[in-house]
């Protein structure tokens, strides 16, 4: 059973810098392509980024772009998010997710990932 494990998460001050990670287990991810995505209160789920697990296919969202990176440990099992110079808007829950059949151009969509983790808050203080 894949099971996504996220952690980092935490209160910081505007301007800081936070290290998401998302640990996998339960199947061999090689092919899978894997996200994160974010959820403010009262909005929709948000994609943030994407990568496989070889580094490559690596996609932001355009307003991301130049503060946050995305990035894979294969041989923990283990994606990355790396955020800098933060601001109040990027107050939310980051899930990341797992893509079993890789989507292709659909890799901003959450409903082509299969797996979720159970998300962690990130707070951002100004």
């Known amino acids: 059973q894949v099971q996504l494990v996220e952690s980092g998460g935490g209160l910081v001050q505007a301007g800081g810098s936070l290290r998401l990670s998302c640990a996998s287990s339960?199947?061999?991810?090689?092919?899978?392509?894997m996200g994160w995505f974010r959820q403010a209160p009262g909005k929709g789920r948000e994609f943030v980024a994407t990568?496989?697990?070889?580094?490559?296919?690596?996609y932001y969202a355009g307003s991301l772009k130049g503060r946050f990176t995305i990035s894979t440990d294969s041989a923990k099992n283990t994606v990355y998010l790396q955020m800098n110079s933060l601001n109040t808007e990027d107050t939310a829950v980051y899930y990341c997710?797992?893509?079993?059949?890789?989507?292709?151009?659909?890799?901003?969509?959450?409903?082509?990932?299969?797996?979720w983790g159970q998300g962690t808050q990130v707070t951002v203080s100004s």
């Open positions: 339960g199947d061999t991810f090689s092919t899978y392509a």
């Open positions: 997710a797992a893509d079993r059949d890789y989507s292709g151009a659909y890799y901003y969509r959450p409903d082509v990932y299969e797996y």
């Open positions: 990568i496989n697990w070889s580094g490559g296919r690596v």
